[in-house]
Structures are given as C-alpha cells and as structure tokens.
C-alpha cells in the first residue's frame, strides 16, 4: 500500500508522523514539519482532554482550527496512557470489562473512559486518523493477561467501529478507523487478534503493546508477529517507534506508519543525526546493520569554530544558514532557537529517510 486517502488529502507512505503531544511540536514549529517534508503529527488524546480539553477544542474546529495545522493528525485512544499511570500504580484506577476507570488525583474523582467516549472525543477533536481503544501489555506478562487483553481490544474494537460508523455517517470526507493489535510475544495470541479484527473491519492496524523486553532490548520478533497478523492490503502502523535503523527494518516488514519522540528529543539533547558517507541512499538505509547515519553531539569543542554545517548534504533550516560553531554557541548561552534549529534538522532527518524509503 503506497498512499493513504485522508480528509487533509492523500499521504504518501512510508510516512513518519512527529510527536506533536500537546498540540505543538516541542521546541520546534509546524513550518518545520512542512520544511522537512513529513506531511502529518501525531498528537495525544489523553493529554489534550485534560488540557485544554475536547470541548473547548472542538469549539475552535477541532485540532486543525485550534493549533493552525494545515497537514494530517493522528490521534492516539488515551488508553496507552491511562494503562501505564494504572499500571505503575493502581491506586490510579482500573481496567475493567467494558470502561477504564481513572482516578487522577488517585481519590474519590473518576474519569469512566469507554470505547464510545474514546472515539466522541476522537471526533471532537477532527482527527483524520482515529485510534480504536485497546488495553495495553508488556510482552513480559502472563498468558491469562495477554488472553484479557485481546478479549478487551476486539470487544472495545467492535464498540469503537459502532460508534465510529454512527458519528461518521453523514460525513462527507470520512476520517481512518485504526485497530490495533495486541497478543504479547505469542504468535498464535497475535494472528487470533489480527484475524479477528479483519472481521470488524478497520482502516488499518497498529502495533500494540510494549516493543522492550524488562532488559530494554528491542523486540523485533514481536513487532514481526503483529505485522504477519495484520491484513497486507491495509496499513500497518508502528506506534511510538522508533529510531532510524528500527524504521527501516519495520519497513521491510511492512509497516508504513509510524510515530515517535524520539527526533525532537535528541534534538533538545544536542544530538543531531548526520549520514555516514554514501548511506543517504535507498540502499544505504536498508544496511542489515542498521550503521547508515551517525550523532554529531554539537556541544563538544570540536564544533566550537568550526565553519561548516552539521550536515553538507542536508536543506534545512539549520545547515542552509548557519554553522556547526553558531549552534553550539547558541546552546551555550541558552538561546531558544539552538532548540528550533535542532529540531528542524533532526525532522528533517526523518523527512529524507522516508524519501528514501518510499524509492525502494
């Protein structure tokens, strides 16, 4: 599947969606996604319940009117948040069979989220992709939670599709349905959700659970049985992945979605992603290894007068104007735009890689 068809128009794939958690790309613009070439953000529904709130959002037109985003969002169901506060600690609420119940203050006042709610506030919001709600797992769980969670995900799934169908039907340009996969690291557990799933119907499906293992290795096994679960004629969303050499080993496997924080977070750290000699190919991206870019750490006092740009083959913002010596000192004396320039040239970091992803 090479593009999808979305309200704001269509988008090309692979494409790679910033985390734009509060409805604003931290420490960076919406310019710079559009400079960088990547053509959406994904942007957190729980998060913006509680500030500033659905309601108050959709009185502005939904996300597009409230933030000035002229390009694709996704936004995620909330229930991966309020499955690890509870997780970390129950005093946070529950998950029950057919709601989560969330206690913020971790006293008397309830939040009740259900698979309706999730999807009412989903359309308040004026997502183009919606996220159907699912209970979370860690792969290191027992079976008896792994077996709850896909009993949990294709019942609230059902619901969400239900609600979903009733809130769009009169709808002229029709918002994406995602579901998402869950099942753990047993194959069987996974193919049952992925199949089951297909059988409600969905625009595409996403990755679910936790990619880590409890020693923090990256788990891609697991991350191959949930996209030999989902339909090949649909999208496949990687979720809160990933790292440049995990994208493009997802990509073989499929997957032509995906999100993460991972560039704008470097970005603040002062690490900045460079290509190694000959890598910004397609074929130096698909290196088994994974060794096609490297970090360029500009506050150490190599950069300090040095003239050249953090990246000679790069176009953005950063290296078309300025020096690696005039970032690092901008970050040295604590300017803001150290962090804009920074996060500009990570975005559009990913922008070229999905570039040279899509010319397979």
């Not at 890598?279 to 994974?290: F, L, N």
């Amino acid at each position: 599947m090479n593009h999808l068809t979305l309200p704001t128009g269509l988008l090309a794939l692979p494409a790679f969606f910033p985390d734009a958690t509060y409805g604003a790309i931290r420490a960076g613009a919406f310019e710079d996604v559009y400079a960088a070439g990547l053509h959406g953000c994904e942007m957190n529904s729980y998060h913006l319940m509680t500030k500033p709130g659905a309601k108050l959002i959709k009185s502005f037109g939904g996300l597009h009117g409230f933030t000035g985003y002229k390009g694709a969002i996704l936004t995620d169901s909330g229930g991966f948040q309020l499955y690890s506060l509870i997780h970390e600690n129950p005093a946070y609420g529950e998950i029950r069979d057919r709601e989560i119940i969330f206690r913020p203050d971790q006293g008397r006042e309830k939040l009740t989220f259900t698979p309706e709610k999730c999807m009412q506030v989903q359309f308040q919001y004026g997502s183009d992709i919606m996220m159907a709600l699912d209970m979370c797992t860690h792969p290191d769980d027992p079976m008896d939670v792994q077996r709850r969670s896909v009993e949990l995900t294709v019942k609230w799934g059902a619901r969400c599709r239900a609600e979903f169908d009733k809130l769009s039907a009169k709808m002229d340009k029709k918002p994406l349905l995602f579901g998402i996969v869950q099942g753990g690291a047993d194959p069987d557990l996974r193919m049952e959700c992925g199949r089951r799933l297909e059988e409600i119907g969905f625009d595409g499906y996403g990755f679910g659970g936790w990619p880590l293992d409890q020693n923090g290795n990256f788990r891609l096994d697991i991350l191959k049985m949930a996209a030999d679960a989902m339909p090949d004629h649909k999208v496949k969303y990687a979720m809160g992945l990933g790292r440049p050499e995990e994208i493009a080993a997802l990509a073989d496997m499929g997957y032509g979605l995906f999100d993460c924080v991972i560039p704008t977070r470097e970005a603040r750290h002062q690490r900045l992603y460079t290509w190694l000699p000959g890598m910004d190919t397609p074929e130096g991206v698909r290196r088994a290894d994974g060794k096609f870019y490297k970090f360029l750490y500009i506050l150490d006092d190599a950069h300090r007068r040095d003239a050249a740009p953090v990246d000679e083959r790069c176009d953005c913002l950063l290296c078309k104007n300025h020096s690696r010596a005039y970032l690092n000192h901008l970050f040295k004396v604590g300017d803001p735009y150290a962090l804009r320039l920074a996060t500009a040239h990570n975005l559009r970091f990913y922008g070229r890689l999905m570039e040279l992803l899509w010319h397979e």
